[in-house]
């Protein structure tokens, strides 16, 4: 049986006759760009986040463009972020003409690791861009705390991971800016780009609104450069249909995590990451999976956080096995990928930074060669967990 990676139809199609009504709305009503739809799009999602502003845009990637924009980021900043994360983090601090100074990852937890980014700090340094990955958030409680101590702006990147907690408490609202994906592949995923841009600061919501629209108020009066960052009346409509689910959608997700853990850490061989116990701590880390004799590490939620598993993200251990699993997935068509196999700091467009910028990512550079995810979307039935296990049990030597 092929198992695909995704299946967005298996989620939309059954909300088609909701789709289309709201699509009609938006026909009749005229209003293609702003208007009432994304109004309520950007309160439903304020009220869900807990926080007093959610401005919608264009993409995930213009949500962190206009965030940085907003705070001014520029030539001769340097803003601490992942190595190990998509590229569009790094790639819009770029855009600003701010250096991205590349911090290396968990090995357990595969977020940022806030000493490594406590090492990097200088006097040039303005900001830190916790990326909350593969749906679980990062270390808050450590993040704001550096950044208090060092007069830090917080930018989060919750492109993956909208809804989700630590603590019991979401994020946005204690950070400068949080801003979120709904790209098709999200948890919330859109019928093609879209954003938001939540904050829990008055002055920056009021500027992230006017730099949305070219920095113009009132109309064609522009005192700050800003861009075209809106989200269309029609992507705002169709999705609020799903929002209306999202709560459904992730314990879905939740529990086809709970099943493959169950069963995948029956295979010999399989352990459980310990995150309680190892994150953050690469060496302790590395003795605990040489005297397992761990051969693949399936993902953990901390105990302080509630994980929507945009991913289930596998660390397959030993030269060249990630690559020969992702054959053996490939072969038995078994959807999976890897994200990601190139570190930011790896990447060819930042081979002209300074030196110092992309030092000392040996934890990512380790990940980046051992993971690969497989299917965690919210549609999977039964007989498709259990065929993509099975095939992960098949692979020769998987414990």
């Keep these: 049986m092929a198992v695909p990676l995704l299946d967005v139809n298996a989620q939309n199609l059954p909300l088609?006759?909701?789709?289309?009504?709201?699509?009609?709305?938006?026909?009749?009503?005229?209003?293609?760009?702003?208007?009432?739809?994304?109004?309520?799009?950007?309160?439903?999602?304020?009220?869900?986040?807990?926080?007093?502003?959610?401005?919608?845009?264009?993409?995930g990637t213009d949500?962190?463009?206009?965030?940085?924009?907003?705070?001014?980021?520029?030539?001769?900043?340097?803003?601490?972020?992942?190595?190990?994360?998509?590229?569009?983090?790094?790639?819009t601090l770029?855009?600003?003409?701010?250096?991205?100074?590349?911090?290396?990852?968990c090995p357990v937890c595969f977020n940022l690791d806030i000493e490594d980014a406590r090492r990097k700090i200088t006097p040039k340094t303005r900001a830190i861009v916790p990326v909350h990955l593969f749906g679980q958030m990062a270390d808050l409680d450590a993040v704001n705390a550096l950044a208090e101590e060092h007069g830090l702006r917080i930018i989060e990147d919750g492109a993956q991971s909208i809804g989700a907690r630590r603590h019991g408490a979401g994020f946005g609202a204690k950070s400068d800016f949080a801003t979120y994906s709904f790209f098709p592949s999200k948890n919330l995923g859109g019928f093609g780009d879209g954003g938001m841009v939540v904050t829990g600061d008055d002055e920056l919501?009021?500027?992230?609104?006017?730099?949305?629209v070219h920095g113009g108020k009132p109309k064609y009066y522009h005192h700050v450069v800003g861009g075209n960052f809106r989200l269309d009346a029609l992507q705002a409509a169709l999705l609020r249909v799903k929002l209306a689910r999202y709560g459904e959608y992730t314990e879905s997700r939740r529990r086809n995590a709970a099943y493959y853990t169950e069963k995948l850490a029956q295979i010999p061989g399989v352990v459980i990451a310990d995150p309680s116990g190892h994150c953050h701590d690469a060496v302790t880390?590395?003795?605990?999976?040489?005297?397992?004799?761990?051969?693949l590490v399936l993902?953990?939620?901390?105990?302080?956080?509630?994980?929507?598993?945009?991913?289930?993200?596998?660390?397959?251990?030993?030269?060249?096995?990630?690559?020969?699993?992702?054959?053996?997935l490939a072969d038995r068509q078994i959807g999976c990928e890897v994200y990601y196999p190139l570190t930011m700091d790896q990447q060819p467009c930042f081979r002209n930074l300074?030196?110092?910028?992309?030092?000392?990512?040996?934890?990512?550079?380790?990940?980046?060669?051992?993971?690969?995810?497989?299917?965690?979307?919210?549609?999977?039935?039964?007989?498709?967990?259990?065929?993509?296990?099975?095939?992960?049990?098949?692979?020769?030597?998987?414990?």
Aim: glycine share 8%.
């Design 16 to 59: 088609e006759a909701e789709l289309t009504a709201a699509f009609t709305r938006v026909l009749r009503d005229g209003r293609f760009i702003m208007g009432p739809d994304v109004a309520e799009l950007e309160a439903e999602v304020a009220a869900m986040l807990g926080v007093p502003h959610a401005i919608g845009v264009s993409s």
């Design 205 to 212: 919501a009021e500027k992230a609104r006017i730099m949305r």
């Design 354 to 399: 300074p030196e110092s910028s992309r030092q000392g990512c040996e934890n990512a550079h380790r990940l980046a060669s051992e993971v690969i995810s497989i299917p965690i979307y919210p549609e999977l039935t039964r007989a498709q967990r259990d065929e993509v296990i099975e095939a992960v049990g098949a692979f020769p030597n998987a414990g």
């Design 94 to 105: 770029a855009r600003t003409g701010a250096t991205p100074v590349f911090v290396d990852a």
């Design 299 to 328: 993902p953990a939620a901390s105990p302080h956080n509630d994980h929507i598993w945009n991913q289930f993200t596998l660390r397959v251990i030993g030269e060249g096995r990630r690559d020969a699993l992702r054959q053996h």
């Design 63 to 91: 949500a962190l463009l206009l965030a940085f924009m907003a705070l001014g980021l520029g030539p001769g900043d340097e803003v601490l972020c992942p190595t190990f994360t998509f590229f569009a983090t790094a790639g």
């Design 285 to 295: 880390q590395a003795r605990w999976l040489a005297e397992s004799g761990a051969k």
